[in-house]
């Protein structure tokens, strides 16, 4: 055991009747529930029968906002309706506390069942304590899951030795929005190469548009252009010695390059990106602010709705840097899925369950209700849906991989480092050297922690 988890274990008793009391239960009939956090009992039977009588799974999730919250809620009670010897007690939380909240639990005797989950150091944490279930062997055998998965998308859940530790729920990519009336104005197409797309971002400085809408207020999303650039422009032998934690180094000079890229793209946004909500400059570009946003494609429904539907718009993908020594051929973006606890002690039912949730009848259901994906082949009706998921779903279905959020990859410390000091690197008052150097060394505390 880690000394981190160490401690987590002695916190665990001190802080149990604090999550107990987290939030108001919600009940399965709709009802909201008025805390950051709660539990939703679900069952396909009457509240009568005794609880002893039936199996009962325990389910954690990060959805705390309607319509996510809702419709997991929904597709959990066709589950059950199928499945009536079975209660489920769901427990949920917004998603900046989750991941505190999830390690707490996990290091408990009493984890959840099954548990929302980001691929990379997010999961390996439990990975190397043995907390999580290795779905390798399942799926070797589950006929129906090798059908129906893109299996190149499930690779962020797999380790080097072969085990799998999750199934995808949901998929996101990181593309760039653009007003497509702004690029006409201009004579601006989507550009294909970094420099096309600097090019852009001069026309329209030039005239007087802000190129690029961007809010780091959350801190999150400058690390989504970290990953990318570090992606890009580092090898990938390189990363794979630095972001695991106990080897990493972060001494290539590559990383100072990553940098100067993000410094030149970062002259054409806001001044004030570091004080605004990533959600305040979607809306900014929602609304004809700018010429472009860097978006998740599940923010796709968001923009609709910040743009009352009016906003002409498109998408494309990181533009390719030639000469970079990076693959070049993937999409930044991840897999958000669930996994299973070793210490779970109906297995099966939770295979079952898990299999559902993740699987094309939900992905069917997810892309006409809430304009998600899942890693399910067919998922998508193409005769009804809107061009845009369509364009998505293609870009998705066809990626070589995808390339993990950086924060998520790389151990907590160096996350840390991501989120706490990249503001002073993008308004100028630390030098990338500098900023280089926290990293540098977070990794070598990280490697300390680790025994490396």
């Not at 497509?180 to 600097?198: H, S, V």
């Not at 100067?260 to 946004?269: F, G, N, P, S």
Request: net charge negative.
């Amino acid at each position: 055991m880690t000394k981190k988890m160490a401690l987590i274990m002695a916190l665990i008793m001190a802080l149990s009747l604090t999550f107990t009391a987290c939030g108001s239960p919600a009940v399965p009939d709709g009802s909201s529930d008025p805390g950051g956090a709660g539990q939703t009992p679900a069952s396909s039977e009457p509240a009568a029968q005794a609880d002893g009588d039936k199996i009962v799974l325990d389910v954690m999730h990060r959805f705390s906002d309607e319509p996510f919250k809702g419709f997991f809620e929904s597709i959990t009670q066709d589950w059950l309706q199928k499945n009536p010897d079975t209660e489920i007690n769901m427990t949920f939380t917004a998603t900046d506390p989750y991941a505190e909240k999830l390690t707490i639990l996990m290091a408990s005797n009493d984890p959840p069942d099954v548990f929302f989950s980001f691929p990379g150091e997010f999961l390996n944490k439990f990975v190397r304590e043995g907390l999580v279930y290795d779905l390798a062997e399942e799926y070797e055998k589950n006929t129906a899951w090798q059908e129906n998965y893109n299996s190149a998308l499930l690779e962020p859940f797999r380790t080097e030795d072969g085990a799998l530790y999750g199934l995808d729920y949901d998929l996101t990519v990181k593309l760039f929005f653009y007003n497509i009336d702004i690029f006409n104005e201009y004579g601006l197409t989507p550009p294909k190469t970094w420099n096309e797309l600097i090019h852009i971002c001069e026309v329209l400085q030039s005239n007087g548009v802000l190129p690029i809408s961007e809010g780091d207020a959350d801190q999150w999303p400058a690390t989504h252009l970290l990953a990318i650039l570090f992606h890009v422009m580092v090898p990938q032998e390189v990363r794979d010695v630095d972001y695991n934690p106990t080897s990493g180094e972060w001494t290539d000079p590559a990383y100072l390059d990553a940098l100067a890229k993000y410094t030149e793209l970062a002259q054409y946004m806001n001044d004030d990106m570091v004080s605004i909500t990533h959600g305040v400059a979607r809306m900014d570009f929602a609304t004809g602010g700018s010429g472009m946003a860097f978006l998740e494609s599940i923010e796709i429904t968001n923009v609709e709705e910040d743009s009352g539907g009016n906003l002409n718009y498109g998408m494309f993908k990181f533009p390719t840097i030639p000469g970079a020594p990076g693959d070049q051929d993937m999409l930044l973006g991840s897999p958000e899925g669930f996994s299973m606890s070793s210490k779970c002690e109906h297995p099966e039912k939770a295979l079952d369950y898990l299999g559902y949730i993740t699987g094309p009848e939900v992905g069917k259901r997810m892309s006409s209700e809430i304009g998600w994906f899942n890693a399910s082949k067919g998922s998508l009706d193409k005769a009804t849906a809107p061009q845009m998921l369509s364009d998505v779903y293609d870009l998705l279905m066809g990626t070589k991989g995808l390339v993990n959020w950086i924060d998520n990859e790389c151990h907590t410390l160096l996350r840390d480092v991501f989120y706490s000091r990249t503001q002073e690197f993008l308004n100028g008052t630390m030098s990338a050297e500098e900023y280089m150097g926290l990293i540098q060394a977070a990794a070598a505390e990280a490697k300390t922690e680790m025994g490396g």
